[in-house]
T-cell receptor
Framework: DQQVKQNSPSLSVQEGRISILNCDYT??????FLWYKKYPAEGPTFLIS?????DKNEDGRFTVFLNKSAKHLSLHIVPSQPGDSAVYFC?????????????FGRGTQLTVWP | DSGVTQTPKHLITATGQRVTLRCSPR?????VYWYQQSLDQGLQFLIQ???????AKGNILERFSAQQFPDLHSELNLSSLELGDSALYFC??????????????FGPGTRLLVL
C-alpha cells in the first residue's frame, strides 16, 4: 500500500527553467514532509521539509508547497541547473507515530539539460 | 557527507548465505533506521532502533534481523539469502524519533547482489 505517491517517474527540464516535482499522499495523519535528493551510488540527501502547519517553505532555489486539502505537495526548483539532475524522493511522517519512520514515494528522476 | 557510515559498500554473495551490514550513526544520534531499495522501488522501511532498543518494524522478513549496540552502531543481518534480496540497503539516523520535525540523515548504502 503506497501511502506516498510520485506518479511521474521522470522529468526533463532545460537549464534555467523551473522544475516542478509532484507528490500525493493518502494518509491524513501525515504532518511533516521531506524531500530528498539522490545521486547514483550515494545515499539520499535531505533537501527541504515542510510542516503541515505551513503551506510553503523556501530555501534558496528550492520551494516546497503543501496543499493539505488535496493531499498534495510539490517541489519547485528555480532556476534548474544541470547539477540538480538526480532522483528526488518525497517522504512523509505520521503524526500519530512517535517512532519517526518515514514513508517514501518511488522517486522522480529529474534530468536538467543545457 | 551526512556523517552516517555504512560498510561494506558492495557485497556479492550466493543464495543461502548470510551477510551482515554495518552502520554507524551520526555523532549524537540515538535512533537508527534501516531501509531497503529494490529496483524501481522507493525506500521500504525495515526496522528502527532507538538507544539500543527495537522501536518499530516495517516490511522486514523473518530471515532478517538487526540490533543496535551500546556504542549505537547497528548491524543488519540477512540470512538464507534469495535472489530477490538483491537491493540497496540504507541506514539512516536521527537524534530522537519523537521530535515532530526530525530529519533522518542517510548513509551511502550497501549494494547487495545475491547470485
Amino acid at each position: 500500500d503506497q501511502q506516498v505517491k510520485q506518479n511521474s517517474p521522470s522529468l526533463s527540464v532545460q537549464e534555467g527553467r523551473i522544475s516542478i516535482l509532484n507528490c500525493d499522499y493518502t494518509n491524513s495523519m501525515f504532518d511533516y514532509f521531506l524531500w530528498y535528493k539522490k545521486y547514483p551510488a550515494e545515499g539520499p540527501t535531505f533537501l527541504i521539509s515542510i510542516s503541515s502547519i505551513k503551506d510553503k517553505n523556501e530555501d534558496g532555489r528550492f520551494t516546497v508547497f503543501l496543499n493539505k486539502s488535496a493531499k498534495h505537495l510539490s517541489l519547485h526548483i528555480v532556476p534548474s541547473q544541470p547539477g540538480d539532475s538526480a532522483v528526488y524522493f518525497c517522504a512523509a511522517r505520521d503524526r500519530g507515530s512517535t517512532l519517526g519512520r518515514l514513508y517514501f514515494g518511488r522517486g522522480t528522476q529529474l534530468t536538467v539539460w543545457p | 557527507d551526512s556523517g552516517v557510515t555504512q560498510t561494506p559498500k558492495h557485497l556479492i554473495t550466493a543464495t543461502g548465505q548470510r551477510v551482515t551490514l554495518r552502520c554507524s550513526p551520526r555523532s549524537g544520534d540515538l535512533s537508527v533506521y534501516w531501509y531497503q531499495q529494490s529496483l524501481d522501488q522507493g525506500l521500504q522501511f525495515l526496522i528502527q532502533y532507538y538507544n539500543g532498543e527495537e522501536r518499530a518494524k516495517g516490511n522486514i522478513l523473518e530471515r532478517f534481523s538487526a540490533q543496535q549496540f551500546p556504542d549505537l552502531h547497528s548491524e543488519l543481518n540477512l540470512s538464507s539469502l534469495e535472489l530477490g534480496d538483491s537491493a540497496l540497503y540504507f541506514c539512516a539516523s536521527s537524534v530522537w524519533p519523537g521530535w515532530a520535525q526530525e530529519t533522518q540523515y542517510f548513509g551511502p548504502g550497501t549494494r547487495l547482489l545475491v547470485l
